[in-house]
Structure formats: C-alpha cells, structure tokens
C-alpha cells in the first residue's frame, strides 16, 4: 500500500549502517520506541509523535503484558546490494505492520496479524520478519501482542537469514513428523484396545502441534491465521485441558482426591477461555501462564506420589512433567528479567515442548508392556477359576446323585398320597356341578327381573330428560322476553330523553321569536329577520327530528346498508360543492371547504350505500363548521397501502377489497386530548345500544354508521380537529393518472 502524497518531516538519526562485511546485527538496544497507551494513534499521527520527539524509550522498557501498541523507529542503511531481512522474535507476537519511508514520504507498508488490513501481507518472510532493500530507508514499525509483549529485533543479510531458516525447517520437519507419526500410532492403538488414554494423548499431540506450528510461523499463510492469532490462549486452553484428560487415564485417577482437583482446573481453564473469547486476551494469557505452570506442578506431585504407592505409571512418565516446570520458570525468568542479559530464546522452550512430547510418547509406549502383563495375569486368574470350578463342579455332581435319589423315594411316596387326594376332589368336583347348575338356572330368572328394571329405567330416563327440554325452553323464552321488554324500556327512555334536550333549543327560539312578532310595534325589517329566524329553526327541528329517527333506528338495529355503485371521487367533489354553496351565514364567510382526493387517482368505482355515506360526511362536516371560525375544512379520502406506481396510467377493472380512509379536516379550535374520548361516541355494553351525550346528536349518528360500516373510528387533535373513518370496501374499478 502507498501513501505517496504524505510528506514527513523527520529528525535527524543516525542510521544503522550494514555492509558486506556483517551477517546480523542486533537492534533491540539501538531502537527507538514510543508506547500508545491508548491504541489512538495512526500511521499518519505517528511522524508527529516522532517529531515531538516522543520516542524516548527502549525495547528493555517494556512490561511483561500491556494492552499498548509500541511503535518502534529504525533508520537503516544498507550498503549491500543484495536484500536484508529484519527480524522480530519471538514466533508469539501477532500483529506487526512496518512503514517504509524515503526522502520524507510513505513508500510502502505491510502487515500481518489478526488485526491488520493491509492488502501487501506477502511482503513478510515467515511469521514476523520483513525484506529491507539496497539504500537508506526509515521504518515505523506496529506491534500489538495479544500474548507476551516483550521482543527482540536482528538484521541478517540473506545468506544468513535463509541459513538459519533452512536450518529450522528441517529440524522442525523432522520433530513435526515425529509428532504425526506419534499421533497416527496412538490413534491406531485406541482403535486397537480402547484405551482412552490414548484418544486422550492422540487429542494433546494434535493441539501441541497447532501450538508449535504457530509459535515457529509455519500455518501463518493459512486462513485462518487470523483467527487462530487471536484466540491463541484458547487453544492452549484446550491443550491444558487434553492434558488434564490425558494424566487422568494414564494414572487411571477417577474417583480420587487428584481427579476431583484434576477437575477443579479444567474448570478454571474453561474460565479463562472465556475470558479470551470475550477479547480480555492479556488478562486470559497471564492467567493462563501462572495456572499452568501450578497445573504441571501438581502433575508432577501426582505422578511422584503414585509411583512411591507403587503403582506402574513408569518413571520416564515423571521426566516430562520435570522438565516442563524447568521450561516454565526459564520462561517465567526470562520475562521478569527482560531487563538483564539473561535473554533465553523462546525457541528453546518451544523445542523443550517437542522433546517433552517425544519422552511421553515413550512412556505412553511402555504403557502397552504393562498392559500385556496386565493381561497375561488376568488368564492365569481365569485359568486357575477354570480348574477350581472343574474341581468343585465333580464334587457337587456326586453330592446332587445321592440328593436327586433320595428326592425320588419321597416323590413316589408323595404320587401314592395324592392319586388318593385326586379321587376324593374328583367326587367332590362331581357335587359341585350339581350345584352349579342350580346356581345357573337362579341367575338366568335374576338377569330377566333386571331387564325388566332396566327397560322401566330407561323409560323414566326419557320423561325427566322431555321435561327438562321443556322447562328449559320456557325459561330461554321468558328470559328472552324479559330482556326485549328491558330493552325496549331503555330505548324509549332514551329517545324521550334525547327528543326532550334536542328538542328544546329550537323549538325555544321559535316561541320567542313568535312572540316578538305578536308585538305591532316591531317594524318590518326587524319582523322580517325574525321570521327568517323562525323558518331556520324550522329546518333545525325538522333535521333534528330526522336525526333524531335515524338515531332511533340505529339503536332499534333496523337500519340496513343499500349497497350500489357510484364513483367515490365524484362523490367527494359534489360533497364539497354543496357545503361551499350552503356557508351563507356570516359566521361561515371566513371558511373555505376543500376536496382532497389522491394525487394519482382520477376515478374510483365502490360498492357502498350512497347515502348512508353521504349521512356520515354531512354530520362531520357540520360539525367541524360548528366548531370553525376560520380557516378551512378539508372533505376527502385516501387508500392505505396503495402501491400503484402514480407515474403510470393503468386501469383496473377486476373487483377488489381495498382500506380506504374517509376523513374530514378542520382548522378549528380542536378538542383536547382528555376530551376525545367523551366526543368520540362508545357503544353501551349495558345495553348494546348507541347513545348521545349533551355534544350533540351528529357525532352519537357516526359512530352509530362507522360501527354499521365496520369501520375505525380515530381522532387527532394537531391545529384543529381531524376525524378518520378506516373501513375495506369493494372496489369494482380504478383508474390512475
């Protein structure tokens, strides 16, 4: 990857300088090294660091585990003319990407890890080692270790590099294939004799395998490198555990004091496996590092103290585990004292874990010695059980001989007694089936008086269940009655009720006005006026009392709907027309009525009773000019759902359901959200019937109508009232613009 536009003005350095004469320089005490506590800064954050000369430390400076990314600066010179490769060790460090910068600018960079991203990932040779070409060059260089921190950086020319690395791969061919060998061998051996110690031990040498692969670099190319980089502490985690299984087996532990331990730390491995796997990964491998090495220590005890019990778990089995608790404190001191000169190369340890698998396989070997003695004693047993069960067998036969002869005399006698015994029950047999018979003729009279009793039962059965049939009708009918007469009671208390309150208001003026008429005095104009008044409450009363019925009927439940075909968007417009002509009254000059009517429809044919609908916009309207001042009153409907393309004209003249939406808009003074409800009219469950309050008769009649429609009545309250009627209506065409 380049970055070729970002110049870096960098300090003065002087470069390490490498010639034809050198093989490998070591640069761990020479580097520069800046530490990001916070993982925050960039490839391109990082020159201004280094011009604020941030770069204040060294390698030796750092912890055993941090959760920092550490940049290092290197200014390297090379003067051969061949290539040179730097280093970084050990195999455990598991994201690096390396900077390459000339005269200035960014030239290059590449990376390797769980965590990087960038595309040049060939550029590495091996796990963490990159080429530095002929010239002078700086590099930054990004390390981020989920494992241990603490690293080392050497310079080769490439004779020496490839030397060294040839050198590795045949020694590491050499010991993984005697690991595979290893592996194939003990599996064989558990499908030979079904020892679970060697499924186990087959299992601890996969996953040391893996371990080993990783720490010298050789499945870095796979694909799952990365992730295998990450959740490298949970591998180890499941080869603690194959270990655990593996010891338990082979010492044949279960149901012992050591097997329950042996179980108290696969639980804690299981713990910190899942602390890696939620991404604490310092956290898992330090916990994991001092638990393992308690964990080969106890090994170790076990195995000691189940060889001074004299049982044959072999002493070349304890020499592994010994050697093992060596590796770890090795380990253990070369990290605490990173600082000293004691620097032990991590690959001794990863070789010790190769000679330590190589000694268990050994003694796992011996274990097939043992179990051949195992065996050849266990036939001695089994044979020397034939010959005493022969031995016993012949004495028993002689015993049973003289027993089975006595039995015989005392069977002999026993037949004479009891042919005697047979003839006695014989006779006895013989006066019993007189009897029996006797018994039968008895029952046969008995199960004829019960079949008369059953056929009386039966016949009373019948006469109670008529008469409960009929007690039970009459009851539903009377019960009926009684709630028809309830009913019809409540109604007409009702209509009374609502003719009385409606009624008064008009029929008031009336009086009123006639009387003023009655007084000679009044001139024309102001007579005129009144009669004009007179004739308006007229109609008032005359409307009122229609609605007054039609709320009678709705609540008789004897409206029905008429169903018929008309075009909703000429209705909609012929609606809006005649209330524009009827807003004659001052009060209505400032109000102007509005048709709504979707954008992409020009013609709707629906199946619906006409003037019922008509009825259902009329009161709303009315009510919203009752309620308005000014502004105006939007009259329209809408479909839900509807997704013909508006752009499009298309026809449709197949019959179809569709939700249309019927709504009256208005922009006056609204209801308040606590007042909805009391406008909105509910049907009365005591009485399954529709009721108006003191608002009005208009609003108790639509709700009468959207429940005759099976629509959905809904209010909103947003700059003046709008009420919704939701309801599915046949379409039987629909033409879109």
Known sequence: MCFAATTIPLKAQQPIVFTNSLTSISLTNQLDVYIDENNSVSAKQIFKVYKNNEFNKK????????????????????????????????????????????????????????????????????????????????????????????????????????????????????LFGALVLS????????????????????????????????????????????????????????????????????????????????????????????????????????????????????????VVQEERDGKPPSRLFAVPWALTILAYLILGANKLFFQTPLVISFDFIVYSAYVNMILLSLAIGNRINIYSKKQEKAREKELAALRERDSIISIQKIKLEKIVQERNKELIDKNRVLSVQQKAIETQTDEMGLKNQEIDHLNKQLQLKNTQIETQNKSLEKNKQELETIVTQRTKALELAKEKAIVADTLKTSFLNNLSREIK????????????????????????????????????????????????????????????????????????????????????????????????????????????????????????????????????????????????????????TKKIVFFVKDTGIGISDKDIDKFIIKKNTDINKYQFRQEGIGLAIVTGLADLFNAKIEVENINGTAFYIKTNIKTINQQHE
């Open 59 to 174: 390698l030796n400076n750092l912890g055993l585990y941090s959760r920092a990314t550490v940049w290092v600066h290197a200014q390297i010179e090379n003067k051969t003319n061949d290539q040179l490769f730097l280093a970084l060790s050990p195999g455990t460090i598991n994201n690096v990407s390396a900077f390459t910068v000339k005269n200035n600018v960014i030239i290059d960079s590449i990376a390797i890890g769980s965590l990087s991203s960038a595309e040049n990932e060939q550029a590495f040779v091996g796990k963490t080692a990159f080429v530095v070409p002929p010239g002078k060059y700086e590099y930054f260089i990004r390390v981020k270790s989920n494992t241990y921190l603490p690293f080392t950086v050497v310079l080769h020319n490439k004779k020496t590099f490839f030397r060294k690395k040839h050198i590795r791969n045949i020694i590491n061919g050499i």
């Open 183 to 302: 592996f194939l061998y003990n599996l064989l051996l558990f499908f030979s004799i079904r020892d679970t110690a060697y499924l186990y031990f087959s299992i601890f040498i996969f996953l040391g395998a893996i371990i080993i692969s990783y720490n010298f670099g050789i499945i870095n190319h796979f694909s799952s490198y990365r992730i295998l980089s990450k959740y490298i502490t949970s591998i180890y985690v499941f080869f603690l555990i194959a270990t655990a299984l593996f010891v338990i087996s082979f010492l044949e532990l279960k149901d012992t004091l050591p097997y329950k331990n042996f179980k108290i730390f696969i639980a804690l491995f299981i713990i910190i496996c899942i602390t890696d796997l939620l991404s604490f990964h310092l956290l898992a491998n330090f916990s994991l590092f001092i638990l393992g090495g308690i964990f080969h220590l106890y090994i170790f005890i076990v």
């Open 505 to 656: 208001t008009p029929m008031s003026a009336i009086t009123g006005y006639a009387g003023l008429l009655v007084n000679k005095t009044t001139p024309i104009t102001q007579r005129n006026e009144y009669l004009h008044i007179i004739i308006q409450n007229v109609h008032t009363l005359l409307s009122l009392i229609d609605d007054i019925v039609t709320l009678s009927r709705i609540q008789a439940d004897i409206i029905k709907l008429k169903f018929q075909e008309f075009d909703l968007v000429a209705f909609i417009k012929l609606v809006a027309d005649e209330f524009i002509e009827n807003l004659d009254e001052p009060k209505s000059k400032n109000i102007k009525i509005i048709s709504q009517i979707p954008d992409n429809i020009k013609e709707l044919t629906i199946n619906f009773d006409y003037n019922k609908l008509w009825l259902l916009y009329r009161h709303l309207v009315e009510n919203s000019i009752k309620y308005t001042k000014k502004g105006h009153i939007e009259i329209g409907f809408k479909l839900e759902n509807d997704k013909q393309n508006s752009l499009q004209k298309t026809k449709s003249v197949h019959q179809t």
